[in-house]
Structure formats: C-alpha cells, structure tokens
C-alpha cells in the first residue's frame, strides 16, 4: 500500500508559476512509476505527466510540454510538478498517483492522493 498527499496549489495569476509536491508514504516509493493528472469542472480526468521508477524517462501532454517539468526525489519519497506559464485552461484539481507502470492511463495506476487545486487567473 501507499498513500499520497499533494500540496502546493494555490491562486496564481497567468503567466506565473507554481510547484507541487506529493509526498509518498508505505511500501517502497522508488518501485512505482508516478504521474500527475488534473480534472477541471465538467471535464474528464486527464493526464498531465509521468515519471518512471528510475527518474530516467518522463512523458508529458502536449497541452503542458515545454511548460511543466515532472522529477522525483527518491531519499525524500516526494515526487514534484513544477508548473511555469501558468494559462487559465490550466485550472483543476491536479492529483498525484502511483503505479507499477508508466502509462497515460489513469486506471494503470493504483493509489492516488487527495488532490490539490490550482486555480489561474487571467
């Protein structure tokens, strides 16, 4: 088992930047894949970012590519998202998961934290 709690959303105007953690605690935290996905209102869940156990390889949406930065920080247990030129359309709820592979399917993961909002103002 493992649990995640995301933090580091907030209100920001556009252009600017925020960075969220997810802080890991259970069964060994280097063995998973990670990856965070948002959902806005009305919308379905969508992927954002991926990272593998290693920190070797990543894979982004092309909505947030050049934007968004994932890594991990395996001796911390704590996996981050650093968002910079933040737009509107970038408004959700961001949420952290964990799995043994790593897809850009939300159902490929099996432990996910309680979400954090970020919120961007125009």
């Known amino acids: 088992q493992v649990q995640l709690v995301e933090s580091g959303g907030g209100l920001v105007q556009a252009g600017g930047s925020l960075r969220l953690s997810c802080a890991a605690s259970?069964?060994?935290?280097?063995?998973?894949?990670m990856g965070w996905f948002r959902q806005a209102p009305g919308k379905e869940r969508e992927f954002v970012a991926a990272?593998?156990?290693?920190?070797?390889?990543?894979y982004y949406a092309d909505s947030v590519k050049g934007r968004f930065t994932i890594s991990r920080a395996n001796a911390k247990n704590t996996v981050y998202l650093q968002m910079n030129s933040l737009k509107p359309d970038d408004t959700a709820v961001y949420y952290c998961?964990?799995?043994?592979?790593?897809?850009?399917?939300?159902?490929?993961?099996?432990?996910w934290g309680q979400g954090t909002q970020v919120t961007v103002s125009s």
């Open positions: 998961a964990a799995g043994p592979v790593t897809t850009t399917v939300p159902i490929s993961y099996h432990y």
């Open positions: 990272i593998s156990w290693s920190g070797g390889n990543t």
């Open positions: 259970g069964r060994t935290f280097s063995s998973y894949a």
